[in-house]
């Protein structure tokens, strides 16, 4: 089953308005999570590394104010696209991976969110 | 320079036969994990085999299997028997250094989108 739980997994909203997106780990505590983006026919790009009860580490390029991050539990991260644009519209999908485990398992991947703006 | 290369953007196999779809990776850290996944047009993205640096095995999972070339820096997946269900996005990532814990995001290829006829 599911190890990682991504919410909505569709969107469809207006210009301006903000959309959050949440993250969950199922069977264990996420120190760690990280949000990717993804074009349509591209590959996923690394948006933020999110770390729980600190800030989250945004790659170049990446606005902090117009993608927040909060990972407020060792369980949930959300990603909230503030006043977003069609520009921002992508597919979203964030990852974590259990620190406990060994260092060949791979990162499991919630099912991600298509964002659509008007 | 990419990290990550895949260089073939599209794929075509018979049903039933064997295809290897190729990745070149860049580094110089001695340890690094190099992970396969798969992407179906639903957009989830789907572990499928790992291998360590270190391993001096190439790795195998049911009908995938790693060519895995240390000196040449590949990584070449092979998966055997197609069939119809395997027609998705292929990418191959790389985790860099030391990442036991929570660290250690994926870089990704660019994808190689496989496409098997009946």
């Given at each position: 089953?599911?190890?990682?739980?991504?919410?909505?997994?569709?969107?469809?909203?207006?210009?301006?308005?903000?959309?959050?997106?949440?993250?969950?780990?199922?069977?264990?505590?996420?120190?760690?999570?990280?949000?990717?983006?993804q074009?349509?026919?591209?590959?996923l790009?690394?948006?933020?590394t999110?770390?729980?009860?600190?800030k989250?580490?945004?790659?170049q390029?990446?606005?902090?104010d117009?993608?927040?991050?909060?990972h407020?539990?060792?369980?949930?991260s959300?990603?909230?696209?503030?006043?977003?644009?069609?520009?921002?519209?992508?597919?979203?999908?964030?990852?974590?991976?259990?620190?406990?485990?060994?260092?060949?398992?791979?990162?499991?991947?919630?099912?991600?969110t298509?964002?659509s703006?008007? | 320079?990419?990290?990550?290369?895949?260089?073939?953007?599209?794929?075509?196999?018979q049903?039933?036969e064997a295809?290897?779809?190729?990745?070149?990776y860049?580094?110089?850290?001695?340890?690094?994990?190099?992970?396969w996944?798969?992407?179906?047009?639903?957009?989830?993205?789907?572990f499928?085999?790992?291998?360590?640096?270190y391993?001096?095995?190439?790795?195998?999972?049911?009908?995938?299997?790693?060519?895995?070339?240390?000196?040449r820096?590949?990584?070449?997946l092979?998966?055997?028997?197609?069939?119809?269900?395997?027609?998705?996005?292929?990418?191959?990532?790389?985790?860099?250094?030391n990442?036991?814990?929570?660290?250690?995001?994926?870089?990704?290829?660019k994808?190689?989108?496989l496409?098997?006829k009946?």
């Amino acid at each position: 089953g599911a190890v990682v739980s991504q919410h909505p997994s569709w969107v469809i909203c207006k210009s301006g308005t903000s959309v959050k997106i949440e993250c969950r780990s199922l069977d264990f505590q996420a120190t760690t999570m990280f949000w990717y983006r993804q074009f349509p026919k591209q590959s996923l790009m690394l948006m933020a590394t999110s770390n729980e009860g600190s800030k989250a580490t945004y790659e170049q390029g990446v606005e902090k104010d117009k993608f927040l991050i909060n990972h407020a539990s060792l369980t949930l991260s959300t990603l909230t696209v503030t006043s977003a644009h069609p520009e921002d519209s992508s597919f979203y999908i964030c990852s974590a991976r259990d620190p406990t485990w060994y260092s060949n398992q791979p990162q499991h991947f919630g099912d991600g969110t298509r964002l659509s703006i008007l | 320079a990419q990290k990550i290369t895949q260089t073939q953007p599209g794929m075509f196999v018979q049903e039933k036969e064997a295809v290897t779809l190729d990745c070149t990776y860049d580094t110089s850290d001695q340890s690094y994990g190099l992970f396969w996944y798969k992407q179906p047009s639903s957009g989830e993205m789907i572990f499928l085999i790992y291998q360590g640096s270190y391993d001096e095995q190439n790795a195998t999972e049911g009908r995938y299997s790693l060519n895995f070339q240390k000196a040449r820096k590949s990584a070449n997946l092979v998966i055997s028997a197609s069939q119809l269900g395997d027609s998705a996005m292929y990418f191959c990532a790389m985790r860099e250094g030391n990442y036991g814990g929570s660290q250690g995001n994926l870089i990704f290829g660019k994808g190689t989108k496989l496409s098997v006829k009946p």
